[in-house]
């Protein structure tokens, strides 16, 4: 079975849904803001090792988690969502091509808190330049604790990555209570934005005459 060694979380990988920032009537209000779900089937959890993407013009990455507690016993919600990675740079220079389609592996090493019993995971997307209309993340992959990575080289489906590979059910429908989760989560992002963007600001998207501009939220 070696060739299960590298086998993903069977997992849904929602579309990204674009922020809207500023006013609509002013160049400030293109999305530079993504939020991609990705959520386990029903009472799964995974212990993660790395996560494993190929970058689309997304210049800075934060990763939040949400965690099932062991003493949930899957019946009770999950734990609140929580950072488990802050601004990660994918792209030295947001304005120029450099690991714009790059890919990356993510180790739990690398992470700000437990990554263990993972039962959903919001990626944060950012891209501070108006050069790229569009950004995402691709082939995303869930790499489980107990199933070892290789010391050398890199799995057969990294180096050579099909079609078929490509993230699924991207259309999704999202009950209610996903809907305001999400909701939630839009705000979150808005102060996240706020608190730890200001590299971003330095560039002039955000900037407006010194201050953050954020009269409008919603989906495009």
């Not at 890919?103 to 690398?110: A, F, K, M, T, V």
Request: charged share 20%.
């Amino acid at each position: 079975m070696g060739t299960m060694a590298h086998e993903p979380a069977p997992c849904t990988i929602k579309s990204p849904v674009m922020l809207q920032v500023g006013d609509v009537r002013t160049e400030l209000s293109r999305p530079g803001v993504a939020v991609m779900d990705v959520v386990l089937p029903h009472s799964q959890t995974v212990d993660l090792q790395e996560i494993v993407f190929k970058n689309y013009y997304t210049a800075f990455l934060t990763l939040r988690v949400l965690r099932r507690s062991p003493a949930d016993h899957g019946n009770e919600s999950p734990s609140k969502w929580v950072t488990c990675l802050r601004n990660y740079c994918l792209m030295p220079n947001p304005h120029t091509e450099e690991g714009s389609q790059n890919y990356y592996s993510l180790c739990r090493h690398q992470m700000l808190c437990d990554v263990d019993r993972v039962v959903a995971m919001r990626l944060i997307l950012r891209q501070p330049s108006p050069v790229w209309v569009h950004f995402s993340i691709e082939e995303l992959r869930l790499i489980p604790r107990d199933q070892k990575s290789p010391q050398k080289g890199l799995p057969a489906w990294l180096s050579h990555p099909s079609p078929q590979e490509r993230p699924r059910s991207l259309h999704d429908r999202l009950p209610d209570a996903d809907k305001v989760s999400s909701e939630v989560q839009q705000m979150w992002v808005l102060t996240e934005m706020l608190q730890a963007s200001q590299p971003a600001a330095r560039i002039g998207r955000f900037d407006v005459d010194g201050s953050y501009e954020l009269n409008l939220l919603s989906y495009t």
